[in-house]
């Protein structure tokens, strides 16, 4: 399965963007980018996932550089609910195995 | 819909013993897993099933049997508990593999 590389923490202040980067230099054609978000104390929830174009939906925008080698998850508004640990993962689209890696830690200052 | 539900949320066992973890969806869906996350650690796939009577290994399967007799459901057992299952274990369950998986609230399982 192709690794992810994600900073290991990040602060941002409320009301401001943040841009959570992931890397993943040997992603396979066919293997989707996913991020989850894991609340303190809570089950991992699903935020966004895409291909090659970049994606929005209400929670967030995912863009995906040209050669699909990185992403970006972008919070738009940080709040403090925000505060969580992201995930990016790759699941190859015949396989739904989600292998975590460590996450990117992110901290919002009121 | 309840969603991903899982019980108990907090168990605490002696070494040796034994106990199910129990995971219900009714979402009707057909892949569910199990995790592990130990502290300050990311999520470990335990074991996982595509649909009803077929289940397969993840990353760390040893010390757990898992079944799959209805869709609705996906127990996890474990046969002779060990301090190193201290963890937290979630369920998830998705339509189908490549989809969007659906966790539950998790299970706090501390081994003595």
């Known amino acids: 399965d192709a690794k992810t590389t994600q900073p290991n923490s990040m602060e941002s202040n409320e009301e401001e963007p943040v841009h ?3 890397n993943h230099s ?3 054609g066919t293997d989707y980018i996913h991020w989850y978000r894991q609340l303190p104390s809570q089950g991992p929830e699903y935020v966004i996932h895409g291909l ?5 939906n209400r929670m967030a925008s995912l863009a995906i550089a040209e050669d699909r080698k990185s992403s970006t998850l972008i919070l738009h508004r940080a709040t403090l609910r925000d505060a969580a640990v992201y995930y990016c993962i790759l699941m190859a689209v015949t396989g739904g195995k989600l292998i975590f890696g460590q996450g990117t830690e992110l ?3 009121p | 819909n309840a969603g991903v539900t899982q019980t108990p949320k907090f168990q605490v066992l002696k070494t040796g013993q034994s106990m199910t973890l129990q995971c219900a969806q009714d979402m009707n869906h057909e892949y569910m897993s199990w995790y592990r996350q130990d502290p300050g650690m990311g999520l470990r ?5 595509v649909g009803a009577g077929i289940t397969d290994q993840g990353e760390v399967p040893n010390g757990y049997n898992v079944s799959r007799s209805t869709t609705e459901d996906f127990p996890l057992r474990l046969l002779s508990a060990a301090p190193s299952q201290t963890s937290v274990y979630f369920c998830a369950s998705s ?3 490549a ?3 659906y966790f539950g609230p998790g299970t ?3 081994v003595l």
């Open chain 1, 52 to 56: 090659t174009s970049n994606v929005n």
């Open chain 1, 20 to 22: 959570l980067p992931c």
């Open chain 1, 26 to 28: 040997t992603i396979s």
């Open chain 2, 95 to 97: 339509r189908g593999l």
């Open chain 1, 107 to 109: 901290s919002v200052k």
């Open chain 2, 99 to 101: 989809e969007t998986q």
């Open chain 2, 45 to 49: 796939l335990i074991h996982y099933s």
């Open chain 2, 108 to 110: 706090r399982l501390l």
